[in-house]
């Protein structure tokens, strides 16, 4: 049982590269979620789907979008990023309204230069 | 406006002391509440989490957690710290039955431990 599987691990853009992050589970869970961890801030929420079908912003969505491709999948596209979007993004999920925790993935460390 | 603190960024014990890391949250009702543990290079693990009912939680790896509503506060607690426990710890706050989803986080409290 694999949970929630980020890739790419790693990641170096330059300024107005676009890329996409993929972000999928095996849980069956309904609701997954993006966060970027920057030092001393904690983790923030980008975009988030309670559901298949439906997603919306979070605290940081500015300069990012989501596709909720099925069930199992969320990925997360910079479109032109840029040097503050550097973080380390996570991807996670759970079961309805997340009353039981989030499982989180290993993360994509992305740099932008 | 709803909130987390972790008032310790750092904390340094030696192996074999205890620990309590504090947590407290603004929020308009009782929320969900939750620690995680973040390994160097790893995403967060949940460690407990309270719903309702008894204020004293047990999670994984010996912790426990007590919620305390006059304080608005869900520390963590560990009797006897192992080397291995050294990692970033984090304090989270859900909204109960509302229909949303999202989780408000702390900045984190790391700790060292000394052998």
């Known amino acids: 049982n694999a949970g929630v599987t980020q890739t790419p691990k790693f990641q170096v853009l330059k300024t107005g590269q676009s890329m996409t992050l993929q972000c999928a589970q095996d849980?069956?869970?309904?609701?997954m979620y993006w966060y970027r961890q920057d030092p001393g801030m904690g983790l923030r929420l980008i975009y988030y789907?309670?559901?298949?079908?439906?997603?919306d912003k979070g605290e940081v969505p500015n300069g990012y979008n989501v596709s909720r491709l099925n069930k199992r999948e969320f990925s997360l596209r910079l479109e032109s990023a840029a040097p503050s979007q550097t973080s380390v993004y996570f991807c996670?999920?759970?079961?309805?309204?997340?009353?039981?925790?989030?499982?989180f993935g290993s993360g994509t460390r992305l740099t932008v230069v | 406006a709803q909130s987390v603190t972790q008032p310790d960024i750092h904390i340094t014990v030696s192996e074999g002391a205890s620990l309590e890391l504090r947590c407290n949250y603004s929020?308009?009702?009782?929320?969900?509440l939750f620690w995680y543990v973040q390994s160097p290079g790893q995403g967060l693990q949940l460690l407990l989490k309270?719903?309702?009912?008894?204020?004293l939680v047990q999670g994984i790896k010996g912790f426990e957690a007590e919620f305390k509503r006059s304080q608005s506060s869900f520390n963590l607690r560990k009797p006897s710290v192992h080397w291995s426990d050294a990692a970033e710890y984090f304090c989270?706050?859900?909204?109960?039955?509302?229909?949303?989803?999202?989780?408000?986080f702390g900045t984190g409290t790391r700790l060292k431990v000394l052998a």
């Open positions: 996670a999920s759970s079961e309805a309204a997340g009353a039981k925790g989030y499982t």
């Open positions: 849980m069956n869970h309904n609701s």
């Open positions: 789907s309670a559901s298949e079908g439906t997603t």
């Open positions: 929020y308009g009702a009782t929320p969900y």
């Open positions: 309270y719903f309702s009912g008894d204020t």
């Open positions: 989270a706050v859900g909204p109960p039955n509302s229909g949303t989803y999202k989780y408000i």
